[in-house]
Every structure is written in C-alpha cells, then in structure tokens.
C-alpha cells in the first residue's frame, strides 16, 4: 500500500483543506461515524468539515483505495513475472488515475498469446529492433536472415509481418504515449451516430441521432445516455472520431512516429516503419483509446446524471410540510374512480371512501357531497390531490367543494404522486395499512407526503420517486450509494419524532439500520412511548455506539428533559448544566431566550472537552430547539378561469410550480395538467450554467406564457417577465455547435422540426429514453 500519509495529504488538497482534517475525518469514518455525523456533532475533530465536504471525502477516499488495491494488485503480478524493476515500480507507484495505472500494467498484464508473442518466440524480435534502431536497411533483405519454416516463418513476408506486430504491440502499449494520445482524442474527437438501416421507425424516439455528430468533450450527460441507450436497443451505430468527422488524423500518427524516432527521410526501412506506424494507430491505437473514451463519456454523464437526480431528490425531500393539519388525499382515476383518504393531524387513516365524479359514470354531485361530508366530519384543513390521470379533473372537483363551502376553510394542493403506487404494493404498506387495499393505500401516501413529504417518502425506493434523468441507464450501485446519501442527510438534516417516526424513516438515521428500527418500534409499541433519549439504551442490540451516532437526530418534545427535543447532543448536556448555573435559569426559562442566550460569550463554556463549534452550536439550539430547516409551507394559486391549454394566450402571467428540474431547463405545473418548459435560456438574463442555481423543484414560482401549441400539448414558458411573446427562438438557447460558434453535430435527414447539427429548430437538445418521456409528458415531440 502507497504511504497512508500521502493519500490524506491528496484528498486535503483537493478539498483545500489540511490534512490534519481528513485524517481525523477519515478516522471517524473507518470508526464506523456517519457523515450527519461527523458534520453536526465533531466540528473540533475535524476543524469543521461539512457535509458536503466529507461526502466528497468519503467518495474520494474510496476512490484512492481502490486504487491503492488495484496498484498493490499489478506490483504483486509484475513481481511475479520477475520483471519489476526499480524504475517501473516507480511509475506504478506514481500513477495517480486508474486509467494510467492500466497503461503502465498493459505490457505485463497476462493475455493469450498474441501475434507479437508468437513473433517473439520465433526470434522476430531483433529484425524489428534492428528495423526501427537503423533504418538504412532494407527491410526485405534484413529479413532474409530470419526466415525459419520450422519456427513457423515461411518467407520474408512472414518475417516482416512478425516484426510489425511486434513493433505495433510496442508502440500501443506506450503508457505515456497511449495518455498523450488520449488526452488529444477526447479534447478533438467527436461521437458521431447513424439509424441503423431499417430501424427508423421502430427508433422514432431517438430520430434526432439517426445523422449526428458532436465533440466528445461538449455532450452533456443526458445526450450521452440517450445515445448509449439508442445503441443498447439496437437503433443506433456509435463511432468515436479522432477529429471532427471528415477533418484530417494525420498528427496522431505523426506523433506516434515521432515518439519512436521515425521519419521519411528517403532511408530503405523508412517507408516501411511509417506503414507499421499507421498500422498500430488505425488497427490497435484507435480502437484501444475509442473504448476508452467511450468508458469516460458514460462515467462522466452517470456521474451528472447521478448529481441532478441527487439533487431534484434533496429538494423534494427537503420539500415545505404542511405540517400536523387534517388532509385528504385524493388518487384520481376515471374509470376505477378516485380515491379518497383521509388522515388526522398525526397521519393516522380515519376515513376511506371511493367516489366517481368522471366519465364513464359522472356521479359528480354524489362525489362532491361525499367529500363535504368526510371534510366535516374529520376538519379537513387541506386536499391533497395526486398529478396522475385524472388529476385537473380531480381538482376541478375539488375546488368546485371549496367555492360551494367556503365555511369549510379548505385548501387544495395538487402534489406529485410519484412512487405512491411502488409504495401502495410494498410489503412495508401492508404491514402499516393491512385493513386497506392497495388502492386506497396510494391515497393515504398523497395525505400524508403533503403532510410531511420527507417522513412519507423515505418508504420508498429512492429510484421509484421519479425525479432523475436517466436514472435507469446508471449503475446500480452508484445511484444507490448516492441517492441514500442524500436522504440520510435530509433525514438527519430535520430530525425525527422518536414516538412518532415510522421504522423507514428511523431507518435512515445515523447508526440505526432497518434491524434497529424495527426494534426501536416494537419497543415502543409493547412499552409506550419513549419518555427520555437514555431509554433507548433499553432497546435490544442498541448498542453505545449506536446510540452516539443517534440520540442527537432523535426528538422527543413533550418529554421529561426538554433537551430532548432539542439537537442538543445528550454527551453535551453537561455544557448546558454549565450554562444553566451560570445563568441562574431554569431549562425551561432559558430555551428560548434569545436575549440572554446571545448575551453570552461561547468561550465562557469552552473546555477540554467541547469546543467553540459546539458551544456555539447549542447556544444557538438553544434559541430555537429542534428548529426545521425546510422552507415554510405555501402553495401556488392557479388562475381561475385557466383550466386547459385552450385557456392559455401567449402573454399572460401565472403562478405555478416547479415539478422538475433537468440539465436543458425546469417543468412548471401553472394548472392546465400539462407542464410547462422554461428551457434554461429563459431563466434569467445572466447565464445559467445549472437550472438548480435559479429554482429548485416544488418552489412557486410567476411565469409568463411565451407559446401554446394546443395540436401537440406544448407550452413554452419564461421566467424573465419582460420578455416578448413570439420572440426568435421563443426564449430559448439558439443552436450552436460545441465551440460556441455553431450548431452542433451534423444536419438531420427527414425529420419535420429537426434542425441542423443535431438540434432541434427551436433549440431544444435532442432527448431519448427517460428524458424524451419527461418531455412527453409535458406535452413536448420528441
């Protein structure tokens, strides 16, 4: 293994940070320390890393140990072999990257028998060293010496095409020159794909890369996996290009040539040698380094398309709750009719019913008089209704009961049902809702995600909550690995009611697995709820260290020790009890007390064993326990009147809400049941590099209208309230090619609205697979 010191002083400066601190940070989590964690409760340990810091710590760190196995793997093969020298256990010891530590390793790495092996073996090898060391022999009669029928070289043809293997193994198995090379090939190579013949309608859906080219470094992620996609279900044929297609290759064979001292010079071997030369490059080189770039282009979009998943998911997640108000879920349907759920304050089913306001049946008097008498009977505060099928119809119903009662002071909110119906069938739904069916069970979930949407959605695969682009094209297990990152730090973010959380969401707080939460529940079933945080001491198999890593993201507000409600850690209660005498206050007294709190100076309260971080941190508890860090509740007011997209002029101005947030812009429900776009371009009038840097899903936001196309279901839409209906390119980002000059990729072939460079005419990016369905959905040909 390379020096541990090393791979600490590596990751701090990468992270601009000392290397005191990842050393620290990396101990804690070797340690068995969650990231929550380690950022809220040992600030000291680590000199303040930060969430978002020690995630990049972790992930790094797991990086550089793979590699240090794979580094320590190939030294104990090259040793093996009897071939390590000093010199190359350097260059191993070196590499930095996984790629290089495989271009050094490639000569050495065991393969079956290759046509150099062979030549070598038939003592080919000096014709080829004497061949490229002096040139100025002719290559025929150099040969001439090593013609051996019984070795298996026949003639002096044979002779010379062993020697070029050789030669042609040498030069692709360059570990400088094969980076070099590739280093050149991804900043000028291009991805080029063509329909494969026959496949233009059964690949409709990827038309805009049936013709397409564009520069290896510009393809954002999305495009990237829409082309892979096209290639996996057979539609597409994917090239790398070394240079923009039909441009000139020549310098990479030139620089070959060059690196093994060959040139035309008029010498007898000279042609020869240049031959050998483009030969390793067009049937070796190429090939090796189009594979690897290909590898590069999908690790870097999965890592993008990870990212945005990641954080349209930490938005949802973190989402305003509506908090512990009377709901009722509605899961609106036509023909099975809507589903009607409703929940007490605390999430508790008390009322199901089915009603069938729609066609086929129309009984839509009979269902408004079933919701006005649940509403009353369970004082009903809020309607949630599910954005599915049905869904404006549903809500037209629902706010046909608000305007006939307005007594009833209810609100209405339309909500992403996204997963209700992976959760609906889940084991875990039927052990919570066993008396219901799996049809109402979908009700229950859009009460109570409006509620509290992260409590609600931690029952469901991350990956079913439908608010990734391509989700379904990246690896397993790293979606997976980073999507629970974001929910146990969403989780432990906000904290979680002890007497109330459901065995999912304990799951997802630090030290407590799905085994724990289990117990934790059965305990507090079989024994009532937990007064104090020191009686989860009591539950089976928590252990002290499970405890540590909990107990500060637990929350018992009506217990015996108010601190218990608090973040306040538990192994800090002793600082409090300092602050307590200094004050002369009661617990009681003191939370809350902004002026005396902030009256005091935090170093007062500083010893050997709790810092200034964490002093700092409870007196500010202090002043607001148990805080809730997601933004507060509001809802977007659709306009009356503007029900379908008949209803829409190019002009008017809305308030909507932000359902989802991609690489090319962000989807606004404005109450038409069909999404908007405000394409990135007309976001703002600076650049935006990130849509998320502008709004995040679930913000209201105002919109105006910019176009309607009622015939295919689109609305275009701007956030820059100035801009003009109609304008060129309708607010969004005109074609351009890679380098910012021109469109990108080659012109289409027969497709109406495709435009040149593999872009739509309006300027919209090409979409495949997952993204072409999100653009479908919001009404949009793809």
Known sequence: MADRTSLHDKIAGELGVRPEQVRAAVALLDDGSTVPFIARYRKEVTGGLDDTQL?????????????????????????????????????????????????????????????????????????????????????????????????????????????????????????????????????????????????????????????????????PSHRVLALFRGEKEEILDLTTEPTEPGGEAGHYETRIAERNGISDEGRPADRWLLDTVRWAWRTKILLHLGIDLRMRLRQAAEDEAVRVFAANLRDLLLAAPAGTRPTMGLDPGYRTGVKVAVVDGTGKVVATDTIYPHQPQGRWEEALATLERLARAHAVELIAIGNGTASRETDKLAGELVKRHPDLGITKIVVSEAGASVYSASAYAARELPDLDVSLRGAVSIARRLQDPLAELVKIDPKSIGVGQYQHDVAESKLSRSLDAVVEDCVNAVGVDLNTASAPLLARVSGIGTGLAENIVAHRDANGPFRTRTALKDVPRLGPKAFEQCAGFLRIPDGD??????????????????????????????????????????????????????????????????????????TATFAEGVDTLADLKPGMRLEGVVTNVAAFGAFVDIGVHQDGLVHVSAMSHDYVADPRDVVKSGDVVTVKVLDVDVTRKRISLTLRLDDEPGAAGDGRRPSRRGDGRRGQGRAGKGKQGQGRQGRHRDGRPPAGGAMAEALRKAGYRV
């Open 55 to 219: 995630r990049t710590l972790e992930e790094r760190l797991r990086y550089l140990r793979e590699l240090e196995e794979r580094r320590t793997v190939i030294l104990e093969s090259i040793r093996s072999q009897g071939k390590l020298t000093e010199e190359l256990e350097a260059r191993i010891m070196a590499a930095e990257e996984k790629a290089r530590l495989e271009d050094i390793y490639l000569p050495y790495k065991p393969k079956r028998r290759t046509k150099a092996q062979i030549a070598r073996e038939a003592g080919l090898e000096p014709l080829a060293d004497g061949l490229l060391s002096d040139p100025t022999q002719d290559p025929k009669t150099a040969a001439e010496a090593y013609v051996n029928p019984d070795a298996g070289v026949a003639d002096v043809d044979a002779a010379l095409a062993g020697a070029r293997a050789i030669l042609v193994e040498r030069f692709a198995e360059d570990a400088d020159l094969i980076g070099e090379l590739r280093e050149t090939m991804w900043s000028q190579g291009w991805l080029t794909s063509k329909v494969r013949e026959g496949k233009e309608t059964e690949g409709a859906k990827f038309a805009d890369y049936f013709d397409f080219a564009e520069p290896l470094s510009k393809l």
């Open 561 to 634: 020790d108010p601190l218990d409600a608090s973040a306040v850690h538990p192994e800090s209660y002793p600082v409090v009890r300092r602050i307590l005498d200094h004050t002369r206050l009661g617990i009681r007294e003191l939370i809350g007390d902004s002026r005396t709190l902030r009256s005091l100076q935090p170093e007062t309260f500083v010893d050997e064993k709790f810092g200034l971080p964490t002093v700092t941190d409870i007196l500010a508890e202090l002043e607001k326990p148990g805080r809730d860090p997601r933004p507060e509740f509001k």
